[in-house]
């Protein structure tokens, strides 16, 4: 079983609509990072969660640590919020930086 | 400020061919990675970089050497391509342990070997 699982894998959303991705993991952490990727391009980094809920513009993530589950909303969603989302945790025993875990991604579409 | 940059961006070897994936970062930045991504996986660590001078490996390690000679570099060398590490490369940094830093990413190298 994989330490992060994320759901749904693709989703297909008109435009405006609200827009929910979760995340699971069964490993110990000390924080949660949601990353975007563009078609054809690089990764960029949403949010960094250890704890609670964060906001940017029409991007919400929250955390609850004892349920090991995270979730990133989007809120009015536009076609250009069409990408993969990316879910990755850091695993939280000893002092290695390469501890990193990442989930297969959400494939999201927004239709206009 | 470029940020991470990756060069080249695209390439094709032939498998025995050698090659060097530059990764370039200029936040001065302590940590660097570079991550491996295939179709229905999520990114994996090939290795990764705690300073300049030092090098670990990640869970992918096989068939790739790296150097990080300087501060702002990281180097990811093929030594003998093979078929099965045709993939898309990512390079990252953060400037302090991942639970506490954003991590900025390249724009990734599509690389082919046939």
């Given at each position: 079983k994989n330490e992060v699982e994320q759901s749904p894998q693709n989703l297909t959303a008109q435009e405006g609509e609200f827009i929910t991705i979760n995340c699971?993991?069964?490993?110990?952490?000390?924080?949660?990072?949601?990353?975007?990727?563009?078609?054809g391009?690089?990764?960029?980094?949403?949010?960094?969660?250890?704890?609670?809920?964060?906001?940017?513009?029409?991007?919400?993530?929250?955390?609850?640590i004892q349920e090991k589950h995270s979730s990133l909303h989007i809120t009015a969603s536009h076609p250009r919020d069409?990408?993969?989302?990316?879910?990755?945790?850091?695993?939280?025993?000893?002092?290695?930086?390469?501890?990193?875990?990442?989930?297969?991604?959400?494939?999201?579409?927004?239709?206009? | 400020n470029a940020g991470v940059t990756q060069t080249p961006k695209f390439r094709v070897l032939k498998t025995g061919q050698s090659m060097t994936l530059l990764c370039a970062q200029d936040m001065n930045h302590e940590y660097m990675y570079w991550y491996r991504q295939d179709p229905g996986m999520g990114l994996r660590l090939i290795?990764?970089?705690?300073?300049?001078?030092?090098?670990?490996?990640?869970?992918?390690?096989?068939?790739?050497?790296v150097s990080r000679l300087k501060k702002q570099n990281f180097l990811l060398g093929?030594?003998?391509?093979?078929?099965?590490?045709?993939?898309?490369?990512?390079?990252?940094?953060?400037?302090?342990?991942?639970?506490?830093?954003?991590?900025?990413?390249?724009?990734?190298?599509?690389?082919?070997?046939?």
């Open positions: 699971s993991y069964s490993v110990g952490i000390s924080a949660l990072h949601w990353l975007q990727q563009h078609p391009g690089g990764i960029v980094s949403l949010f960094m969660l250890s704890s609670g809920k964060k906001k940017h513009g029409r991007l919400i993530a929250t955390i609850n069409s990408a993969v989302y990316i879910c990755a945790v850091v695993k939280s025993y000893g002092g290695s930086q390469g501890n990193l875990i990442f989930g297969k991604g959400t494939k999201l579409s927004v239709k206009p | 290795h990764y970089s705690v300073g300049e001078g030092t090098t670990a490996k990640g869970e992918v390690p096989d068939g790739y050497n093929l030594e003998s391509a093979a078929p099965s590490q045709t993939s898309v490369y990512f390079c990252a940094s953060t400037d302090d342990r991942l639970s506490g830093n954003t991590i900025y990413f390249g724009e990734g190298s599509w690389l082919t070997v046939v």
